[in-house]
């Protein structure tokens, strides 16, 4: 449970437009999720979200009455997101990283510990 915690949480967006499905593979983590999604555009949609062969499920519907929607839905590998008119800004985060993260870059130009640098021109 402590690993959970100290992992870093980042939030995400994307925007789903109609007539194109819209792949979440970008975002490569341990966990990601979806967490709502927004009217951008439009009177009014429907989200859907589903695999690239398979059925789809409709998650949301937006109007401009009821612009956003709200909900959680764990993200699985080659799910494809997709808006009947309009677009829809989709949100959600991502829990670690599956990749490994950067090591910090050591600073070369610092002086050494006890060098006579840091006693430029004083007399003791």
């Known amino acids: 449970r402590d690993t959970i915690k100290a ?16 792949s979440l593979e970008e975002f490569p983590s341990v966990f990601s999720e979806i967490h ?10 429907t989200l859907h979200a589903g695999q690239s062969r ?18 959680r839905l764990p993200i699985s590998d080659g799910m494809l997101l997709s808006c009947s008119a309009g677009r829809v800004l989709v949100f959600g985060t991502t829990l670690g990283s599956s990749e ?11 002086p050494a510990a006890g060098s006579s640098a840091s006693n430029s021109g004083g007399k003791i």
């Open 54 to 71: 398979g059925e789809r499920f409709a998650l949301c519907r937006l109007t401009e009455a009821v612009p956003r929607g709200s909900f």
């Open 100 to 110: 490994r993260p950067a090591k910090r870059q050591r600073l070369t130009d610092a």
């Open 7 to 22: 992992m870093a949480t980042r939030r995400w967006q994307q925007t789903v437009t109609s007539g194109s499905a819209c």
């Open 36 to 45: 709502g999604c927004c009217l951008l555009s439009g009177d009014a949609t």
